[in-house]
């Protein structure tokens, strides 16, 4: 079986005492390299949200905009093809 940081006998060996600080030193740096890495991934989520918000609301504006552009071409169309039968209709003669 390995022998870890909790065992008693690890502290008897002459010039490994400062082994387990060590380890613990170690460890608290893995943790505080953790904990910034996750602050740091969560201001990059926010980041990427506010941006998505701010995509899909200029979607949105895109799309009405084309809507109300699809609407004005409907109704030009509309008018033209009310004027040509007017002209039909008419007696050039």
Same mark, same amino acid.
Not at 31 to 60: C, Q, S, Y
Not at 64 to 91: F, G, M, P, Y
């Given at each position: 079986?390995?022998?870890n940081l909790f065992d008693d006998d690890i502290f008897s060996t #002459?010039?490994?005492e400062d082994r387990p600080l060590n380890r613990l030193k170690n460890l608290d740096e893995k943790i505080a390299g953790a904990v910034n890495k996750?602050? #740091? +991934?969560?201001?990059e989520k926010n980041l990427l949200e506010r941006k998505i918000r701010e995509l899909? #609301? +200029? +979607?949105?504006?895109?799309?009405r905009e084309v809507e109300r552009l699809s609407s004005e071409k409907s109704a030009i169309k509309d008018?033209?093809?009310d004027l +040509?039968?007017?002209l039909e209709t008419v007696d050039l003669g």
């Amino acid at each position: 079986m390995g022998r870890n940081l909790f065992d008693d006998d690890i502290f008897s060996t #002459a010039g490994k005492e400062d082994r387990p600080l060590n380890r613990l030193k170690n460890l608290d740096e893995k943790i505080a390299g953790a904990v910034n890495k996750v602050k #740091a +991934l969560k201001e990059e989520k926010n980041l990427l949200e506010r941006k998505i918000r701010e995509l899909e #609301a +200029l +979607l949105d504006e895109k799309n009405r905009e084309v809507e109300r552009l699809s609407s004005e071409k409907s109704a030009i169309k509309d008018q033209i093809e009310d004027l +040509l039968n007017e002209l039909e209709t008419v007696d050039l003669g």
